[in-house]
């Protein structure tokens, strides 16, 4: 690298093009200038609030009667609907894929149950559960099951048969091939289904909390905007995109760590 | 598509039996176990509102309301996602530095922001194309980006070789290589942005199919919301069948 006059905005330019994660930290930088920016002297404060002044209504939101008990309850529903659809989505995942005719019978049902699309019942699920933690785990549970299904039954059914048979022909019993061939075969997809599963539940219990709550974050939603309080609006949203964030990291994470046997 | 052998005419015949299943059970459910008809109206009630919906006309406004807000939003999201994604892969660089922030984005639920898109954009049609254009703008770059940034170097290289422009490189080169990935991506911002639009129509609306199943369900006309449902989920089939017919005309690799 040339250094002609060493200046600090060559060496800057410099560890920015070695460095495109830096440079990403300062597009982030420069999106949130801007907002503070647009807020402070251009857009209502009725409807934006700059993120310094978010920021600094974090400490008061989350001191707001009611609002940690409500991010509680939503990621208690988050909680029990993934591990719900996970479990159920691996149990039917198994049935269908095992049987080549089961599969050709039922899983084209799947499919278009799958493509239909589920909000439009979301009214019918609050009716049934009723307005509580019930009708969000429901509703978050059959956004979260189609995707674990779909890959269990393409996990089991990328199982080269060839494994299967020579297991059998060493005298393996239904158990044996289901632990030492079906299941670390199916492992790396599994893990891909409950990452897939986890953003089908997030949208199905956000869904549902915003549809129609009275201790979720729904209702805080609701609240801060029809009282037009943007930074506590804000702030809420963005501590729940925040936790999303985490909750696919961490599925992410155990994705990459129990798949590796097969790429290592 | 024949079912050719005996086990394809089997497995159809198990679908069709598990359909009329469903919808015997269905029947026999509200007419002999009495279930409440405030949560499962009769199905003969349900068909017959259908029919008087169709006939009617009733749904045109909720309809038209509907597909305006996604023509708008699909446009904009190929409009700004097309460019976005083909500016961004021009340079590895930029490809770089941008594709894991939109890839990050994309994990958020972004139907989160309704409210504030609510704030800004009021309850009518624009809050709800502004989202359906936000969510759908994600996989339409994404995959653009995927597309043009997949073209094997070999190709280029050879066009440059035998001395193709800019114009002939992109019309001949890298848009035949990308376009499988684009189309993938455009039916997944399509889907999405159907899905997102009847969502926030239900959510926080004053109009468009979704505002109606939630009034419907609000004033407890079960026969009729049921009705509409099974409007939204035919007209969402048919919408999706459509673009996945077009996905698969325009690709010439498979």
Do not use: C
Request: no cysteine; hydrophobic share 55%; charged share 10%.
């Amino acid at each position: 690298m040339k250094h002609a006059s060493p200046s600090l905005w060559t060496a800057l330019v410099g560890s920015l093009a070695r460095r495109p994660g830096l440079a990403r930290l300062l597009v982030i930088v420069a999106l949130f200038v801007v907002w503070e920016i647009a807020a402070r002297w251009f857009v209502d404060p009725l409807f934006l609030s700059p993120p310094s002044k978010v920021i600094a209504s974090l400490g008061a939101l989350f001191t707001t009667r009611g609002i940690p008990a409500a991010l509680g309850l939503t990621l208690y529903e988050l909680a029990v609907a993934f591990v719900i659809a996970v479990a159920i989505g691996l149990a039917l995942g198994l049935a269908i894929g095992l049987q080549p005719f089961v599969r050709a019978s039922v899983f084209p049902i799947v499919l278009l149950l799958y493509g239909m699309p589920q909000v439009t019942i979301l009214p019918l699920f609050i009716l049934s559960f009723g307005i509580g933690a019930a009708s969000k785990i429901a509703f978050g549970v059959t956004h979260g099951v189609f995707p674990v299904v779909m890959t269990v039954v393409a996990g089991v059914q990328n199982l080269k048969p060839i494994l299967m048979t020579s297991a059998r022909s060493m005298g393996a019993s239904r158990w044996q091939m289901f632990r030492h061939v079906i299941f670390p075969h199916m492992v790396p997809s599994f893990f891909a289904g409950m990452r897939l599963g986890m953003s089908g539940v997030l949208l199905g219990v956000l869904l549902a909390e915003l549809y129609v709550s009275i201790a979720g974050i729904g209702y805080f939603t609701t609240l801060f905007t029809q009282n037009f309080e943007p930074a506590k609006l804000l702030g809420l949203v963005g501590t729940l995109a925040a936790m999303a964030i985490f909750l696919n990291a961490l599925v992410r994470r155990a994705e990459t760590r129990f798949g590796r046997w097969r790429t290592g | 598509m024949a079912p050719r052998t005996r086990d394809a005419w089997l497995s159809r015949l198990v679908q069709v039996a598990f359909l009329a299943g469903v919808i015997l059970l269905w029947y026999v459910a509200t007419t002999r176990w009495g279930v409440n008809r405030l949560l499962l109206p009769n199905p003969v009630a349900v068909f017959g509102d259908l029919v008087e919906i169709l006939r009617t006309g009733a749904y045109v406004d909720d309809l038209m309301t509907t597909l305006g807000e996604l023509a708008a939003a699909f446009s904009i999201a190929v409009a700004g996602g097309l460019t976005t994604g083909y500016l961004i892969s021009r340079s590895a660089y930029l490809t770089k530095v941008f594709e894991p922030l939109f890839a990050g984005i994309y994990a958020i639920p972004i139907i989160l922001f309704l409210p504030l898109f609510v704030l800004f954009f009021g309850l009518g049609p624009a809050s709800k194309i502004a989202i359906g254009a936000t969510i759908s703008f994600f996989p339409i770059t994404l995959s653009t980006i995927a597309g043009f940034s997949g073209v094997d170097r070999l190709y280029v290289t050879a066009a440059r070789s035998m001395g193709a422009s800019d114009a002939h490189l992109f019309r001949f080169v890298l848009l035949p290589a990308a376009l499988p990935v684009i189309l993938t991506g455009l039916r997944m911002g399509f889907t999405v942005a159907l899905l997102s639009i009847i969502g926030s129509e239900t959510l926080a609306s004053l109009g468009g199919l979704g505002h109606r199943i939630v009034t419907l369900a609000e004033s407890m006309e079960m026969a009729p919301m049921f009705a509409y449902i099974v409007f939204v989920i035919a007209i969402a089939s048919v919408l999706n069948a459509i673009v996945s017919t077009l996905e698969a005309r325009g690709r010439w690799d498979r």
